[in-house]
C-alpha cells in the first residue's frame, strides 16, 4: 500500500518545509524506525509508552535530518489492543498520550499498523487527518469503503479521512479507471498520486527516505508536491 | 558567541588512532568539516575589564561582554567596528553604557588574538545511523605574548550528542579523554586562563621586585631603574599612535621615578654619571610637558563644563576645541620626537648602561645593604619634608607648595621601592598617609597649574587672534571659579601639611625598617 514509504517521506518533507515533526512508529515491526536506522526501543514498551510519559520523551530519537525526529517501535505494540481493553475510555489513551507531545512539534506523523483494531480507534480520536493510501484497484477501493463506512457507523467524522492514490501505474486500464471512480466517489481525494516506482522500493535497501538518494526523481517530486496540497488541508482544519 | 561545554585533551584529536577506542564502542567517526575563526579581546591598556572579571570578545561581528570566572554572557550585540583601538566614546552604546557600569576606559584595544580552528566529525553507530557529531577545538595565540613565550596551544573534544544518543556519545568522550581532564567552555579553558598569564606577567607600571634586607642597595636600584627604563620604553608605541593619554602619563612618571631615586639614592652609582643620566631622563620628559598638561585639561574638560553656566557654555566649548586642536599640534611634535631615531637610540643606551651593570659606574655606597640605605634616605628624605611643611604657611608661595608635592613624590618612590624589606604595617601606614596627603597637594597643584595654563594659553591664543571673544569669556568665568577652588583647597593642604609635620619623624623610620633603628 506504501503507508510507511509515504509516512517517511511526509515526515521528511514536512521537516524539510520547516516544521517540527516526529514520526510514531505504531508498528510492532518497525518498518519506519528502520527506514531511519533507528533501532527499536528495548525499553518503551506499549505498558509504559500508555502511562510513562518522560520515559516516553526520553525514547525520542533525532533523525539524521534536521526537524525531524523519531519515537522507535517496540515489539510490544502488538498488544496495545489487549492493553487498551482493559483501560477506561480506551479508545481515548493515544489521544491524551498524544497531548503531552504536541507542545514540542508542530506535526505528529503516526505510522499505524494495517488493521481496524482498538488501536485504529484510538488514532481515528487522536488524528486531525486520516491519510488512506489506496492502490487504485478493486479490492483496495473496497476497503476504502469498508473504513468509509467504519467511520459513518461509529460516529467518527469521515472529513478526517483524507485518501490518497498510492503505487499508481496508469499504463493499466484498472489503474485509470479506479482513479476516476474513486475522484468521483470521495470529494476528498487528494489530487496527487505517488507512482509505482523503483526507487521508492529501493527506501528499504538504502535505509533511507527517497530524498535522502533520489531527490530529483518524479516520485520524490510526487510525495512534495502531495505534502503541499497536505499542507494546505492542515492549514484549513 | 559559542559557550559551550567541551573536554580538554593533552594532544589534538587524531580520529585514525582513536579508531580502535571508537570499534570497541561499535561507533565510527567520519570527518565533515573544518571552520576557523579568530576570537580578538580587547582591553584597556591596563587590563582593567579582566581586573573585573569582564572579558570583552569580538567573534567576527558579533562583540560579547563575559563575565568570569564563571562564564556569563553579559552584554552581545552586532558590532561593525573597524580594527585597531575603540575610543571609549565610540564603543556601541549599549555596551558602552555596560562598560562603563564597570570601568571607565578611555580606549580599549586588542589585546589578544585567538585562533580557533574546529574540525567536525559525524559519528555514527553500528547501523551506521548518525547519533551526534564530534567537534575538535584547537586554540592557538601567534604574538602578544608578553615575554616571547608562546602560550601553548589549547585542544579539546565538544560532544554534540543528537536527541535520544546522548549515552553512547559520553562513552565516546570518556574514551577520548584523560581521567582528570579539564571540562568547561572557550572562555573557562582557555581565554581566561591566557588573560590571567598576559596579566601578571605583561606590563606593570610600577615594578615590583624582590629581594631581602642584605642585598647590595646597588642591586636594587639596578633591577628598579632597568624595569622603569622597560616601563618607558613600553609606552613609546602608545604615545606614538595615541592611544590613551595613561601610555604618556606612565612613560613620564617612570623617567620621574628613576631620576628621583637617583636623587635620594646619592653615591649608588657614580655622581658624574647619575647626573648625567638624569639630566638626559630630564630631556627625555621635558619635552612631553604641553602634551601632558593639554591632557590633564582635556581629561578634566567634563568638570570644568559643569562648573559653568548655561550662557557661557558655548564659549567653553570653542575653547575646548581650540585646545584640543592645540594638543593635536603639541602631539604631532612629541610623536616627531618619539619617533626621532636619536631620541630611542638614547633611551636605549641609559637602558643598557644600567642592564650591563659596569662596575666601574658604582659609586662608593654601592655595596652597601639595601635596608641601611633605605632607612637613612627615608629618614632625611621625610625630615626635609616635614621642615618644608613646618615652613607652610597662608602667606607662602604656591611654589613652596608644589615644592613639598614633589619631595613627597619621591619619597613615595622611595618607600615604594624598599617595601620588600620594610615593616608592612609600618609601610601601609606611611604609604596611606603620603597617598592623602599627595592626593590633596595634586589636587591643589592642578588648580594652580590649571589656571597658568589656561591664561597662558588663553594669551597665546588672543596674541594669534585666534581666540572667539566668547570663549574669552568662557576662560575668564572659568579662571574666576578655579581661583576660588584654590583658595579654598589651601586652608586643607596646610592642615594636612601640619599633620605631617607634627609626626616625630625617627619612630616613623624606626617603625618602618625595626632592624635599622640603632643605626645613626
Known amino acids: 500500500m506504501g503507508k510507511t514509504a509515504a509516512a517517511v517521506n511526509f515526515a521528511l518533507t514536512a521537516a524539510e518545509d520547516g516544521n517540527r515533526v516526529l514520526l510514531i512508529d505504531l508498528d510492532p515491526q518497525g518498518a519506519s524506525s528502520f527506514y531511519f536506522r533507528v533501532k527499536p526501543s528495548s525499553k518503551l514498551k506499549a505498558k509504559l509508552f500508555l502511562s510513562e510519559q518522560e520515559k516516553l520523551r526520553q525514547n525520542i530519537r533525532a533523525s539524521d535530518y534536521a526537524n525531524l525526529d523519531i519515537l522507535p517501535a517496540n515489539l510490544s505494540y502488538r498488544n496495545f489492543d489487549v492493553m487498551f481493553k482493559q483501560m477506561s475510555r480506551s479508545k481515548h489513551q493515544l489521544r491524551k498520550v498524544l497531548k503531552s507531545l504536541k507542545s514540542d512539534y508542530d506535526l505528529l506523523l503516526l505510522d499505524c499498523p494495517p488493521s481496524i483494531s482498538l488501536l485504529s480507534e484510538n488514532v481515528f480520536n487522536a488524528a486531525d487527518l486520516v491519510l488512506v493510501p489506496v492502490i487504485p484497484t478493486t479490492l483496495s477501493e473496497r476497503t476504502l469503503g469498508q473504513l468509509w463506512r467504519f467511520f459513518k457507523d461509529n460516529d467518527y467524522d469521515t472529513r478526517k479521512i483524507c485518501p490518497f492514490l498510492s503505487m499508481v501505474n496508469y499504463r493499466t486500464r484498472m489503474h485509470k479507471d479506479v482513479s476516476e471512480r474513486l475522484h468521483k466517489d470521495y470529494k476528498r481525494v487528494l489530487q496527487g498520486y505517488i507512482p509505482l516506482s523503483a526507487e521508492i522500493e529501493k527506501m528499504g535497501a538504502q535505509r533511507a527516505p527517497i530524498f535522502a538518494y533520489a531527490r530529483n526523481h518524479i516520485a520524490a517530486k510526487c510525495y512534495q508536491m502531495m505534502w503541499s496540497e497536505l499542507r494546505n488541508r492542515i492549514e484549513a482544519l | ?520
Open chain 2, 1 to 520: 558567541m559559542n559557550l559551550t561545554r567541551w573536554y580538554q585533551l593533552d594532544t589534538p584529536l587524531d580520529p585514525d588512532a582513536v579508531q580502535p577506542r571508537c570499534q570497541a564502542l561499535q561507533i565510527s567517526l567520519s570527518h565533515c568539516a573544518d571552520n576557523t575563526c579568530s576570537i580578538e579581546l580587547y582591553d584597556s591598556f591596563d587590563w582593567l575589564l579582566w581586573q573585573k572579571n569582564f572579558l570583552l570578545l569580538r567573534l567576527n561581528d558579533q562583540v560579547n561582554l563575559v563575565q568570569v570566572p564563571k562564564t556569563r554572557l553579559v552584554y552581545s550585540e552586532a558590532v561593525n567596528w573597524p580594527k585597531g583601538d575603540i575610543g571609549a566614546a565610540d564603543l556601541p552604546a549599549g555596551l558602552g553604557a555596560e562598560i562603563a557600569s564597570l570601568i571607565r576606559p578611555r580606549v580599549v584595544f586588542a589585546r589578544l588574538r585567538v585562533d580557533w580552528a574546529t574540525s567536525t566529525f559525524a559519528v555514527r553507530d553500528d547501523e551506521d545511523k548518525l547519533i551526534g557529531h564530534l567537534l575538535s577545538h584547537h586554540f592557538s595565540c601567534a604574538g602578544n605574548q608578553p615575554d616571547n613565550s608562546p602560550l601553548a596551544p589549547v585542544y579539546g573534544v565538544e560532544p554534540q550528542p543528537l536527541k535520544g544518543y546522548s549515552t553512547p556519545i559520553k562513552r565516546l568522550r570518556k574514551a577520548l579523554q584523560p581521567a582528570k581532564g579539564h571540562s568547561g567552555d572557550s572562555v573557562k579553558l582557555v581565554l581566561a586562563p591566557w588573560v590571567e598569564r598576559l596579566f601578571a606577567s605583561g606590563y606593570r607600571s610600577k615594578p615590583q621586585l624582590q629581594f631581602t634586607a642584605a642585598t647590595p642597595v646597588q642591586q636594587v636600584l639596578q633591577r628598579c631603574i632597568s624595569a622603569n627604563l622597560d616601563c618607558a620604553q613600553a609606552n613609546i608605541d602608545g604615545i606614538s599612535r595615541d592611544r590613551d593619554p595613561e601610555f604618556l602619563h606612565d612613560y613620564r612618571v617612570a623617567l620621574r621615578r628613576t631620576r628621583a631615586l637617583l636623587s635620594l639614592l646619592k653615591e649608588v652609582y657614580e655622581p658624574q654619571f647619575s647626573l648625567q643620566v638624569k639630566r638626559q631622563l630630564g630631556e627625555l620628559a621635558s619635552r612631553t610637558n604641553t602634551l601632558r598638561d593639554l591632557d590633564v585639561w582635556l581629561l578634566d574638560s567634563d568638570s570644568y563644563r559643569a562648573m559653568l553656566p548655561q550662557e557661557l557654555q558655548p564659549g567653553f566649548e570653542l575653547l575646548a576645541r581650540a585646545l584640543a586642536k592645540q594638543r593635536q599640534a603639541s602631539l604631532r611634535q612629541v610623536q616627531k620626537f618619539l619617533r626621532d631615531p636619536e631620541t630611542l637610540q638614547q633611551l636605549e643606551s641609559i637602558r643598557r648602561q644600567f642592564t650591563n651593570n659596569d662596575p666601574s659606574l658604582h659609586g662608593r655606597r654601592a655595596e652597601l645593604s639595601g635596608t641601611v640605605v633605605a632607612a637613612k634616605a627615608v629618614r632625611k628624605h621625610r625630615g626635609k619634608i616635614a621642615r618644608l611643611c613646618a615652613q607652610a604657611s597662608p602667606d607662602c608661595a604656591d611654589e613652596h607648595i608644589h615644592e613639598i608635592r614633589i619631595e613627597c613624590k619621591k619619597l613615595r618612590y622611595l618607600t615604594e621601592l624598599f617595601q620588600p624589606i620594610a615593616n608592612q604595617d609600618a609601610w601601609q601606614a606611611l604609604t596611606g598617609q603620603l597617598k592623602a596627603l599627595q592626593d590633596m597637594l595634586g589636587r591643589f597643584n592642578d588648580l594652580a597649574v590649571q589656571q597658568q595654563f589656561l591664561s597662558t594659553t588663553i594669551s597665546a591664543l588672543a596674541g594669534a587672534k585666534n581666540l572667539d571673544p566668547q570663549a574669552s569669556l568662557a576662560a575668564g568665568g572659568l579662571l574666576s571659579l578655579l581661583h576660588q577652588q584654590h583658595l579654598a583647597e589651601k586652608h586643607r593642604v596646610l592642615t594636612a601639611l601640619k599633620d605631617f609635620h607634627n609626626q616625630p619623624n625617627d619612630a616613623v623610620v624606626a617603625d618602618l625598617f625595626p632592624a635599622t633603628a640603632t643605626v645613626p
